[in-house]
Nanobody, 123 residues
């Protein structure tokens, strides 16, 4: 059974940092891309970034590039989302998702999702 469990969320002040983790099980982790999405209250879920099975990251917009870093540890079946210089608009529930293939980009199809972890950035 495919399972994805996010952790590391919490409350942080503007300018602070958080490192989210996504622990995966139930599939051949190293064969698939993993994506990160977020959903703020009252808004649609949006793509944050992802990492291919080969460890190549993709980020959604220029605002994430430079602030967010995605990495993976295939030995531990884990993907991390390091978030720096956080802003109040980064407040959202963050989800990781398993790609249906080896890539993990905005148009990739994702076939399994975690339950999410709340990130709150205070001003």
């Amino acid at each position: 059974q495919v399972q994805l469990v996010e952790s590391g969320g919490g409350l942080v002040q503007t300018g602070g940092s958080l490192r989210l983790s996504c622990a995966a099980s139930g599939f051949t982790f190293g064969a698939y891309g993993i994506g990160w999405y977020r959903q703020a209250a009252g808004k649609e879920r949006e793509f944050v970034g992802g990492i291919s099975r080969d460890g190549i990251p993709t980020y959604s917009t220029d605002s994430e590039t430079g602030r967010f870093t995605i990495s993976r540890d295939n030995a531990k079946n884990t993907v991390h989302l390091q978030m720096n210089s956080l802003k109040p608009e980064d407040t959202a529930v963050y989800f990781c998702a398993k790609s249906a293939g080896y890539l993990a980009a905005v148009y990739t199809y994702y076939d399994a999702w975690g339950q999410g972890t709340q990130v709150t950035v205070s001003s």
